[in-house]
């Protein structure tokens, strides 16, 4: 709420209008941790699958003789199942994360589509009517929140 009592829009928006786009900037932020959360879980687990594949391709499988099963060399070496079950714990956790995300964002888009709807009741004055846009302007650049329309 302190970032929006910013003195190029403070004149603009009354006390109701203040609390609703605070409440959209904190619903954007937490979208944008969630997403970028997922972004961190995914590299990570995509490095960790290459590691693997590398690890078993130079490592592993370059010294087993003909006559050794791999699939026996695979399983048997402790550093695969501590990946595997790496892998698998990423993947269940970004199934969880995306839920969140889904969450946040049905929940931004919510609050921005009901702050769009009621510009009438936001600004009830003539004068902050006229002068709106550069409210909207402001959160389109500083927080790359868009309340032009839906």
Same mark, same amino acid.
């Given at each position: 709420?302190?970032?929006?009592?910013?003195?190029?829009?403070?004149?603009? *928006?009354?006390?109701?209008?203040? *609390?609703?786009?605070?409440e959209l900037v904190e619903k954007k932020e937490e979208k944008d941790r969630w997403?970028?959360?997922?972004?961190?879980?995914?590299? /990570?687990?995509?490095?960790? #699958? !290459?590691?693997?594949?590398?690890?078993l391709y130079f490592f592993k499988l370059s010294d087993v003789s003909r006559f050794? +099963?791999?699939?026996?060399?695979?399983?048997?070496?402790? &550093?695969?199942?501590?990946?595997?079950?790496?892998? #698998?714990? /990423?993947?269940?956790? &970004? !199934?969880? &994360?995306?839920?969140?995300?889904?969450?946040?964002?049905?929940?931004?888009?919510?609050? %921005?589509?009901?702050?769009?709807? %009621?510009?009438?009741? #936001?600004? /009830?004055?003539?004068?902050?009517?006229?002068?709106?846009?550069?409210?909207?302007?402001?959160?389109?650049?500083?927080?790359? !929140? +868009? !309340?032009?329309?839906?």
């Amino acid at each position: 709420m302190n970032a929006l009592n910013h003195w190029r829009i403070n004149p603009y *928006i009354n006390q109701l209008t203040s *609390i609703v786009l605070a409440e959209l900037v904190e619903k954007k932020e937490e979208k944008d941790r969630w997403k970028k959360a997922i972004n961190q879980w995914g590299l /990570s687990m995509i490095f960790v #699958l !290459i590691a693997t594949f590398i690890y078993l391709y130079f490592f592993k499988l370059s010294d087993v003789s003909r006559f050794e +099963n791999p699939l026996t060399v695979i399983f048997a070496d402790e &550093m695969v199942w501590i990946c595997t079950v790496f892998i #698998l714990f /990423s993947s269940f956790h &970004m !199934i969880w &994360m995306k839920k969140k995300y889904k969450k946040a964002d049905e929940e931004f888009e919510a609050i %921005r589509s009901d702050f769009i709807e %009621r510009n009438r009741e #936001l600004w /009830s004055d003539e004068e902050l009517w006229n002068q709106r846009h550069i409210v909207f302007e402001f959160m389109k650049k500083e927080y790359n !929140i +868009n !309340i032009y329309h839906k």
